[in-house]
């Protein structure tokens, strides 16, 4: 049981290149997150989806596309990176048991964009 | 929306207790939580309080919720050094799926 796992760990984009992150879950849960964190504005959710072929912006979409094709998997793609996307990316999956919703996180990936 | 605030930073000696502090503005959240973050992970659940209780314990942890003011904290007692990390405080709003995070307090213990 591996959990919430990302790919890749680091990465390092120039200004107008696209790239996609890769979250995978394997505990059949429904919810899955995106998130982004910076120093000292803590996790800002990005886009989350609450099932398979389902997705929602968060509270900072912009820039940033998602996909859920299928129930493990979460992809979050940048289409023309920005220095304003460097930031460390977290993926989170979610059980839900009425309105508790218990979070595991993905160890992160690091993005650069210079 | 909801919103979530915290202090940034705490520093305390090994063996002391730390209080970290959180107010949220949505009266309507259900769940709260804590979240622990260690260097270079992602977070992980600390524990949690459902909105009817005052008080939870669980082990070292304490965490005190005050509807009234909307404030939430978590005591720690006898800190060691590997409670070093960064601390979020979450909450839920009632009908929605997501739960909003706060800025983190770093807590920084002192041998």
């Known amino acids: 049981n591996a959990g919430v796992t990302q790919t890749p760990k680091f990465r390092v984009l120039k200004t107008g290149q696209s790239m996609t992150l890769l979250c995978a879950q394997d505990?059949?849960?429904?919810?899955m997150y995106w998130y982004r964190q910076d120093p000292g504005m803590g996790l800002r959710l990005i886009h989350y989806s609450v099932g398979e072929g389902t997705t929602a912006k968060g509270e900072v979409p912009d820039g940033y596309n998602v996909s859920r094709l299928k129930k493990q998997n979460f992809l979050l793609g940048l289409e023309s990176a920005a220095p304003s996307q460097t930031s460390v990316y977290f993926c989170?999956?979610?059980?839900?048991?009425?309105?508790?919703?218990?979070?595991?996180f993905g160890p992160g990936t690091r993005l650069t964009v210079t | 929306g909801e919103d979530v605030e915290q202090s940034l930073f705490l520093s305390v000696r090994e063996g002391d207790s730390s209080v970290i502090n959180c107010t949220y503005t949505d009266s309507s959240s259900t769940y709260l939580y804590w979240y622990k973050q260690e260097p270079g992970a992602g977070l992980q659940l600390l524990t949690y309080?459902?909105?009817?209780?005052d008080m939870k314990q669980d082990q070292r942890l304490t965490v005190l919720l005050n509807k009234k003011d909307k404030h939430l904290s978590l005591r720690i007692a006898d800190t060691q050094t590997g409670d070093s990390a960064i601390y979020f405080c979450a909450a839920n709003s009632g009908g929605y799926q997501k739960v909003t995070f706060g800025t983190g307090t770093k807590l920084q213990v002192i041998p």
């Open positions: 989170a999956s979610s059980v839900r048991d009425g309105l508790y919703y218990e979070q595991y």
């Open positions: 309080i459902f909105s009817n209780m």
């Open positions: 505990m059949n849960h429904e919810y």
